[in-house]
């Protein structure tokens, strides 16, 4: 899949949560209709398991409410905030360390785990098993699929 404009990298944080902001951004570009239909399977909490219901699970809230508050809210950087301090608000509430072991979860999954054979068939499937960088994580799948450099964007998280 090639570079998809407005489309962050799963490792880009918002407040304290990585993927939250790549959610944000597949909400709005799914409303303008810019959102690659290869998407569209893992768009939402309907399906367990993937990215966006796990993050959703994980903020106790629903992926219609938050659409909503999305496409009512801008598109800035404090918009993002504002939406995550909703999440907050009207879900489970989280502290510092939840989060942080949110954020090691989720940049270390298909690494070393039970999605390791998942994301080694993703691998293939994306024809990406001689990518220049070694893809060792669902997050340097996303990224190396979307033309991001997965080294550069995993030490973006630690920021």
């Known amino acids: 899949m090639p570079h998809i404009p407005n489309l962050r990298s799963p490792c880009a944080k918002v407040g304290r949560l990585v993927y939250f902001g790549r959610m944000l951004d597949k909400i709005r570009l799914h ?3 810019r959102l690659p239909a290869d998407y569209l399977p893992n768009l939402g909490d309907s399906t367990p398991g993937m990215f ?10 629903t992926h219609a409410a938050l659409t909503a508050q999305t496409l009512a809210a801008g598109n800035t950087p404090a918009d993002d905030e504002t939406l995550l301090a909703w999440a907050h608000a ?63 964007e995993r030490r973006q998280w630690e920021k």
């Open 31 to 33: 409303a303008a209709g």
């Open 52 to 61: 966006d219901a796990r993050c959703c699970a994980f903020l106790g809230i």
């Open 90 to 152: 009207h879900g489970t509430p989280r502290t510092d360390h939840d989060c942080l072991m949110w954020n090691h979860y989720m940049t270390k999954l298909g690494w070393r785990d039970e999605s390791r054979a998942r994301l080694q068939k993703r691998i293939a499937e994306y024809g990406l098993a001689s990518a220049a960088q070694p893809i060792e994580t669902f997050f340097d799948l996303f990224d190396a699929d979307e033309s991001r450099d997965p080294a550069a």
